[in-house]
């Protein structure tokens, strides 16, 4: 069974859905409803992250999912993370040369974005969302982006988000 982002169903109603996050993520304040589907086994826990809105538009910038895979004790994120490798060094145990890009990209997102992103677009349910997701039992961080964190992942995200 696949399930849907928030409002990704009705964006995309062709790619035929069968279930959508949104029918979890209903709480006033942002973060989930009070236990994931019974369908997950216990083994998941999530929490919304919707609050995130650029300075004057009004209109939801950030969203996310978040994910603790409860057995494995891992984070499961998308963008609250991000975790590019800016040299040979930042990749654990391994040989590799990273690309310009990737480099010239890591120091957009670390020094202009996530400056803005840690002050200018938070907002007071933001604080709920983080206790959430750092009450959880986890160690480490699997992200979309950029290289896995395996030791100290709580510390690591404190520091991320300016905690």
Known sequence: MSWACPSLREKKPEVGWR??????????????SVSPPSAWGGVLQLCWIKDKVPLSLGVPFFN??????????TLIV????????????DVEGRAADVPLSTRLWKGGMDKIYRPVYNTLMRTPTCAQS???ILAWTWNYIAPCHGEPVATDGKRVLREHLGL
């Open 78 to 89: 998308t963008d609250l993370w991000w975790n590019y490798p800016g040299s040979r060094e």
């Open 64 to 73: 996310e999912v978040v994910f603790c895979h409860t057995p494995s004790r």
């Open 19 to 32: 279930s959508s996050l949104d029918e979890l993520l209903d709480a006033s304040n942002g973060l989930t």
């Open 130 to 132: 983080y206790e959430t």
